[in-house]
Nanobody, 120 residues
Framework: VQLQASGGGLVQTGGSLRLACKVS????????MGWYRQAPGKDRERVSC?????GDSHQPDSRFIISSDNAENTVYLQMNSLKSEDTAVYYC?????????????????WGQGTLVTVSS
């Protein structure tokens, strides 16, 4: 599985960013996809996840909206009203068993993440 996250950058508090994760090497529509982040000095944590075949999702923070495009094999994360504590490297990952399996962070491998820096 190849996971390539992009779209990060420097943004001011209250701003927005849209991250993208291009996936290859799997049947994308059969997968659940998750966004994760790791802030400096902290453990990696799950942000949001979605099941590609029916759009069922888990989005605990209403500022962050996950979506996926099966035609483009890409999962997106729209991040709004950003805060300084959202500063982190953001990653995506996948599981073929459904979104409840994405609550973990002990995946065998991770793709390249994308850095989001929110300045106050």
């Amino acid at each position: 599985v190849q996971l390539q996250a992009s779209g990060g950058g420097l943004v001011q508090t209250g701003g927005s960013l849209r991250l993208a994760c291009k996936v290859s090497g799997i049947i994308f529509r059969n997968r659940a996809m998750g966004w994760y982040r790791q802030a400096p000095g902290k453990d990696r944590e799950r942000v949001s996840c979605i099941k590609n075949n029916d759009g069922d999702s888990h989005q605990p923070d209403s500022r962050f909206i996950i979506s996926s495009d099966n035609a483009e094999n890409t999962v997106y994360l729209q991040m709004n009203s950003l805060k300084s504590e959202d500063t982190a490297v953001y990653y995506c990952n996948s599981d073929n068993r459904g979104i409840r399996w994405l609550s973990r962070t002990d995946f065998a491998s991770w793709g390249q993440g994308t850095l989001v820096t929110v300045s106050s």
